[in-house]
């Protein structure tokens, strides 16, 4: 069963910086393209970014690009967001998921832009 765990969430003034992390375990996770998405209070979750199975490949979401750079490390099952110049707008929960046929959903990790 895939499971999970988010971090590195928290309280930012905007134009700060937060690198988001995610251990990811009980799937083949360096055969499958994984990103990160985000749900904001009252609205639907979106990926804002992706990354191929090597890492030979990332996209975003017009709303991040030049701000937020997506990475992986296959060998230690994890993946990377390193978001800067946060805005307000960026607020939400972030989880991190498979990109085709996305697995149940972890807990997330909460990223707050507010000065």
């Known amino acids: 069963q895939a499971h999970f765990v988010e971090s590195g969430g928290g309280l930012v003034q905007p134009g700060g910086s937060l690198k988001l992390s995610c251990g990811v375990s009980?799937?083949?996770?360096?055969?499958?393209?994984m990103g990160w998405y985000r749900q904001a209070s009252g609205k639907e979750r979106e990926l804002v970014a992706s990354i191929s199975h090597t890492a030979g490949m990332s996209n975003y979401v017009n709303s991040v690009k030049g701000r937020f750079t997506i990475s992986r490390d296959n060998a230690e099952n994890s993946l990377y967001l390193q978001m800067n110049n946060l805005k307000p707008e960026d607020t939400a929960v972030y989880y991190c998921?498979?990109?085709?046929?996305?697995?149940?959903w972890g807990q997330g990790t909460s990223v707050t832009v507010s000065s």
């Open positions: 009980g799937f083949f996770f360096s055969g499958y393209s």
């Open positions: 998921n498979r990109v085709v046929a996305p697995f149940p």
